[in-house]
């Protein structure tokens, strides 16, 4: 392909307005997120906690921005002031939610929509992620951390307030801490905020910025088509290991159990062990 003309459609991917196509393809999988997550109750608890319905799939859906907003001293509440997108938003909810026989959700269920839907919301999450570090260099220009954690926070907030999300459905789950299991998802907005603040902020990256973006929103797209078509979940894996292994005692920790000896205390337990299990096959033989 041309140089200039891949060039142009990385502009115009650049360029591209997220509302309305974008923006209602988020909300519905956020909406079917949470249904999915409220499994076979999902029925009954939509009808006899509409409200409670409502305001978890609302958090799911602007979740980033909020908790975003809330480190950054914002309104937490300005991710509503727009009202399109909250009428968008609840459009999406109740479609996902109320729709005779269920027939919406079964709809946006079918695989090749969800797939479009999902590569749609991957498109909005690299713009989120994009405006997030934008909007952190401006409030902290010289701290790269900090624009880092925004810009991941606005692509994948939703998954750092889990447990409240689930919480105000009345599930207390402490074990989906998503800082104790970091999911695929936070990891690529951890990369790719990364690679923006590169770009924004050094002279590393020289190519085009609307290059660079487009380039993000591939990765992103290939590897959320890769998890759903091919059940790649997570590519980052072999690297983490690698790393830990080098870097973070793994090789260490392996040769202290293979060249440190067995302790006196666990031959002693060895013993009484086998003493015990001696015992006990003594008995069965007298019974």
């Known amino acids: 392909m041309d140089p200039e003309a891949f060039l142009e459609i990385a502009n ?19 909406c079917m997120y949470v249904k999915e997550d409220l499994a076979g109750g999902a029925h009954l608890f939509s009808r006899k906690h509409p409200l409670t319905c409502w305001i978890t799939c ?25 009202q399109n997108s909250l009428l968008l938003a609840t459009a999406a909810w109740y479609v996902i939610f109320y729709t005779p026989f269920d027939i919406g959700y079964k709809i946006f269920k079918f695989l090749p929509i969800k ?9 909005i999450r690299c713009k989120k992620v994009h405006d997030g570090v934008v909007h952190a ?37 402490p074990n989906a801490i998503e800082l104790v299991q970091i999911s695929f998802p936070t990891k690529a907005c951890i990369a790719a905020s990364f690679i923006f603040v590169l770009d924004k902020k050094t002279e590393i ?21 890769s998890s759903m078509l091919l059940g790649i979940h997570d590519p980052f894996v072999p690297f983490e290991n690698l790393f830990c292994a080098i870097f973070l005692g793994g090789i260490w920790d392996t040769l202290a159990r293979l060249l440190t ?10 013993k ?3 003493a015990k299990d001696g015992k006990t096959e003594s008995a069965k033989k007298k019974d």
């Not at 958090?59 to 001293?73: D, K, P, R």
């Not at 010289?142 to 907030?157: A, C, E, F, R, V």
């Not at 990256?205 to 088509?225: D, E, N, R, T, W």
């Not at 000896?261 to 060895?270: E, I, L, Q």
């Open 12 to 30: 115009q991917i650049y360029r591209l307005q997220m509302y309305p196509f974008f923006e209602l393809a988020h909300c519905l999988v956020m």
């Open 58 to 82: 609302m958090l799911s859906i602007y979740g980033g921005a909020m908790l975003a907003n809330f480190l950054l001293g914002e309104p937490i509440l300005s991710s509503f002031k727009n």
């Open 115 to 123: 797939l479009v839907l999902a590569l749609m919301k991957e498109v």
């Open 137 to 173: 260099a401006k409030i902290y220009p010289n701290s790269y951390l900090i624009m880092i954690i925004i810009g991941t926070l606005k692509g994948n907030g939703t998954a750092f307030l889990k447990v409240l999300e689930r919480l105000l459905r009345g599930v207390w789950t």
């Open 205 to 225: 990256i020289s190519a085009p910025h609307a290059l660079v973006y487009f380039g993000v929103v591939i990765f992103f797209v290939y590897f959320k088509m």
């Open 261 to 270: 000896p067995a302790s006196k205390g666990d031959h002693t337990s060895t």
């Open 272 to 274: 009484s062990d086998t």
